[in-house]
T-cell receptor, first 118, second 113 residues
Framework: GAVVSQHPSWVICKSGTSVKIECRSLDFQATTMFWYRQFPKQSLMLMATSNEGSKATYEQGVEKDKFLINHASLTLSTLTVTSAHPEDSSFYIC??????????????FGAGSRLTVL | DQQVKQNSPSLSVQEGRISILNCDYTNSMFDYFLWYKKYPAEGPTFLISISSIKDKNEDGRFTVFLNKSAKHLSLHIVPSQPGDSAVYFCAAGSADSWGKLQFGAGTQVVVTP
């Protein structure tokens, strides 16, 4: 089946540094990927829609200059948390549409990346 | 504003019995609903979905029921197995913005032998 890989799965950084998280579709091409964020015991919140070859679309309240998204190829989207602060510590998950006919309305999720900002 | 709500943070059920997970939503524009299962340190995996034009969808041990008038859906797992122990997320989306899902907070299911 469709597989989405995220890297790194766990990252710890100092406040003020930038962190890049990669989301790769391993066996399919994804023109659109989605980035979610999850705080402990809360639901996944959609941050932005990543579109291959064009600018990402951000949800209301998400700072686009803070969370830089680049979708340079059909198999890779990256999320860069710039000048990270402790409040950015969270679990970030990406998803991609697999494109399989039977799963037309199904998204494949990555395993997530846990960011801890000290 | 939370558009999808799972009011039960946890559920404990005996192996072989039925697990019933509930989900409520507020946005009448949602066209489809999905249930995802998540193990620790893994991403959510798709379980079952239902379109807003249906009221029931069944796949093996999993059945999803949709009550549009009540803006309520439920997932039934029968019989429950120890491997079903996980966090279950309810999610909803609309056709005009496919892939942009609103998630509930999840329900932790524990199936005891």
């Amino acid at each position: 089946g469709a597989v989405v890989s995220q890297h790194p799965s766990w990252v710890i950084c100092k406040s003020g540094t930038s962190v890049k998280i990669e989301c790769r579709s391993l066996d399919f091409q994804a023109t659109t990927m989605f980035w979610y964020r999850q705080f402990p015991k809360q639901s996944l919140m959609l941050m932005a829609t990543s579109n291959e070859g064009s600018k990402a679309t951000y949800e209301q309240g998400v700072e686009k200059d803070k969370f830089l998204i680049n979708h340079a190829s059909l198999t890779l989207s990256t999320l860069t948390v710039t000048s990270a602060h402790p409040e950015d510590s969270s679990f970030y998950i990406c998803s991609a549409r697999s494109g399989f006919p039977s799963g037309a309305n199904v998204l494949t999720f990555g395993a997530g990346s846990r960011l801890t900002v000290l | 504003d939370q558009q999808v709500k799972q009011n039960s943070p946890s559920l404990s059920v005996q192996e072989g019995r039925i697990s019933i997970l509930n989900c409520d939503y507020t946005n009448s524009m949602f066209d489809y609903f999905l249930w995802y299962k998540k193990y620790p340190a893994e991403g959510p995996t798709f379980l079952i979905s239902i379109s807003s034009i249906k009221d029931k969808n069944e796949d093996g041990r999993f059945t999803v029921f949709l009550n549009k008038s009540a803006k309520h859906l439920s997932l039934h797992i029968v019989p429950s197995q120890p491997g079903d122990s996980a966090v279950y997320f309810c999610a909803a989306g609309s056709a005009d913005s496919w892939g942009k899902l609103q998630f509930g907070a999840g329900t932790q299911v524990v199936v005891t032998p």
